[in-house]
């Protein structure tokens, strides 16, 4: 059971970390605020999904930090150094974006959208690339598990080893079933008259808690103490 938060609440936390990119921090300070996010991933969505991606962030900082410094093979310390550059750049925003997109619906993203006054236009395009992904990766799984009833990518490295199959029995399927799905939220956003022009009415109703006070004060205090040091 996690704690839910306001839309707002959560894109004002994505504004922060998109800020956060283009701000000079220090190995230490990412390193806490990374591991922040990370206990913010736990609290308001999964578990699971902040580890993953935690995970990846402490193996590209502790290459950076130690083993890049001892690697002798200089193409690929090169490319280490330049991937753990690139990640440790864009984990803060990634991590706020899993936490919109986890917990939030796409009636809480559409009835936000209108009060701010976004064309109709871009609301259909927005809200269903807020739900593709997620569907995405949903049959990606699927894709995965069939293929494996089917004695096909059991090890890890299977699809490493055989690039061809992984383009016959995974690219391929993928990319016909994501164009599927693509087709769909297009016509259910159609169907639910998203691009009526005139003054829509939701049963969806955006109002904040307790919870997503205190969040907000801390976002204010964070940003406070990362913009002033």
């Known amino acids: 059971m996690y704690l839910r938060l306001d839309i707002r ?5 994505l504004l922060l970390t998109n800020l956060l990119m283009f701000k000079s921090i220090s190995t230490k300070e990412h390193f806490i605020l990374s591991t ?16 993953r991606i935690y995970s990846i962030y402490l193996f590209f900082a502790l290459y950076e930090m130690f083993f890049g410094q001892v690697t002798t093979i200089k193409i690929f310390d090169t490319f280490m150094l330049v991937s753990a550059l690139m990640f440790k750049t864009i984990y803060l925003p990634i ?3 899993i936490i919109l997109v986890d917990g939030t619906k796409v009636s809480e993203l559409i009835t936000f959208l209108r009060k701010i006054k976004i064309p ?15 569907i995405m990766l949903r049959d990606y799984k699927h894709i995965s598990n069939s293929l494996k009833m089917k004695g096909i990518g059991l090890s890890k490295f ?16 993928y990319v016909i079933i994501s164009s599927n799905i693509a087709n769909e939220l297009s016509i259910s956003c159609l169907c639910r008259g998203i691009e ?3 003054n829509a009415t939701s049963i969806q109703v955006l109002k904040f808690e307790i919870v997503d006070y205190i969040f907000i004060l801390f976002i ?5 103490v990362v913009f002033t040091l």
């Open 9 to 13: 609440a959560k894109i004002l936390l």
């Open 36 to 51: 922040i996010m990370f206990i913010l991933i736990t609290i308001f969505s999964s578990f699971k999904h902040g580890f």
């Open 95 to 97: 991590c706020a974006g």
């Open 120 to 134: 109709n236009s871009f609301i259909i395009v927005l809200a269903v690339i807020f739900r593709f992904f997620p």
């Open 158 to 173: 299977y699809y490493i080893r055989y690039p061809l199959k992984f383009m016959e029995y995974v690219f391929v399927p």
């Open 196 to 198: 009526n022009s005139e």
């Open 220 to 224: 204010i205090i964070m940003s406070y």
